[in-house]
């Protein structure tokens, strides 16, 4: 094989390779809410550590979830609805973050400050002992 030929080779197989990552990474972020969502989850469990406190969130099953008090939970579906970035919970200002465009949105989902014009999704999330469930 010419030296020519082996790099033409590894350069096309590296940038299918780049491209197969960037979907993948795409996918797992903004995976759709699934129709009928009933999530329980355990607060005591060390993979939603991130809720035990005030100010903690997590993302799971296309959601972001974010303690906003000792008793009180959002559930949010997390692709922003400009183009579909994940947003970020901050605690700090009490908002969700689009780090694409700057949209902003309450903790109710609804638009603080475009280009999004559209809401969040707002799912139901009640707290019964250490779980947490989630619902449609
Ligand atoms: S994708 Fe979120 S502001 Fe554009």
């Given at each position: ?78 692709a922003c609805t400009h183009q579909g ?52």
């Amino acid at each position: 094989m010419e030296r020519l030929e082996f790099i033409k080779l590894m350069g096309t197989g590296t940038l299918l390779a780049c491209a197969g990552c960037g979907l993948v990474s795409c996918g797992s972020d903004s995976d759709p809410v699934p129709a009928n969502l009933d999530l329980n989850l355990d607060l005591t469990l060390a993979e939603n550590a991130a809720l035990q406190n005030v100010g903690g969130s997590l993302s799971r099953d296309g959601l972001i979830i974010a303690r906003l008090s000792t008793t009180s939970f959002t559930a949010l579906g997390r692709a922003c609805t400009h183009q579909g970035t994940p947003v970020n919970f901050r605690p700090n200002q009490g908002d969700f973050f689009c780090s694409a465009h700057g949209s902003i949105f309450s903790t109710t989902g609804s638009v603080v400050q475009g280009p999004a014009t559209q809401p969040l999704r707002q799912y139901r999330a009640e707290l019964s002992g250490n779980i947490l469930r989630v619902t449609t």
